[in-house]
């Protein structure tokens, strides 16, 4: 089975704090992705990378960054939180090329304080 | 933006009818995916279906696209009270090295006993 976890389920942070989200999947895929989900909204796309040191912007990068430095692992990082990056933040990965489904983690519910 | 949108957003059913989500989109596609999210999880793949396919069925679920009206239904039959969640479509692009997902708002099924 696919297996995408995520460094935490829930967690605080205060406004201004550096927030590291981890995220590894044990598929060897090419393709890893950051979502945040909010009620109304959907899923929106923050980043994506479709392979080692490759990233590309989502449609909401703003205040966001990331890191993959291993293909197995994808890093999304909050440089300065804000209240408004209260949110469910997902992690998923997939093989790369069109058809392919995307395998997702259980989420991290962030709330900035 | 959001490239799918699914209609209703929110459906409450008795345990055995069946249930119909439609979902829209607005621009040219490779496939388009379902995906089901239970209540703060991560979401989980269903069925995906080709731009050149016009039925597919799995299980209980039935889906159909018809890409002259850019729009695809997805049914449920008989349906279950662990068929409560939230039900997503996706649509499939390509965009700088690999490709996306764009998400709709999903709807929320309620299946009641």
């Known amino acids: 089975d696919v297996k995408v976890t995520q460094s935490s389920r829930y967690l605080v942070k205060r406004t201004g704090e550096k927030v590291f989200l981890e995220c590894v999947q044990d598929?060897?895929?090419?393709?890893m992705f950051w979502y945040r989900q909010d009620p109304g909204l959907g899923l929106r796309l923050i980043y994506f990378?479709?392979?080692?040191?490759?990233?590309e912007k989502g449609d909401i990068p703003e205040g966001y960054s990331v890191s993959r430095e291993k293909k197995e692992r994808f890093s999304l990082i909050l440089e300065s939180a804000s209240t408004n990056q209260t949110s469910m933040y997902l992690c998923?990965?997939?093989?790369?090329?069109?058809?392919?489904?995307?395998?997702f983690g259980p989420g991290t519910r962030l709330t900035v304080t | 933006s959001q490239q799918g949108e699914e209609d209703p957003q929110a459906l409450s059913i008795q345990e055995g009818e069946n249930a119909t989500m439609n979902c829209s989109y607005k621009?040219?596609?490779?496939?388009l995916q379902w995906y089901r999210q239970n209540s703060g999880r991560g979401l989980v793949h269903l069925i995906l279906?080709?731009?050149?396919?016009r039925e597919k069925h799995s299980g209980r679920l039935r889906v159909t696209l018809d890409t002259s009206k850019k729009s695809s239904s997805l049914l449920i039959t008989a349906s279950r009270a662990a068929d409560t969640a939230s039900y997503f479509c996706?649509?499939?692009?390509?965009?700088?090295?690999?490709?996306?997902?764009?998400f709709g708002t999903g709807t929320q099924l309620k299946v009641e006993l």
């Open positions: 621009t040219s596609i490779n496939n």
């Open positions: 990378s479709y392979d080692v040191k490759m990233k």
């Open positions: 996706a649509t499939d692009a390509f965009a700088g090295g690999g490709n996306k997902l764009t």
């Open positions: 279906i080709r731009s050149n396919e």
């Open positions: 598929m060897d895929h090419e393709n």
């Open positions: 998923a990965s997939s093989f790369r090329g069109i058809s392919y489904e995307q395998y």
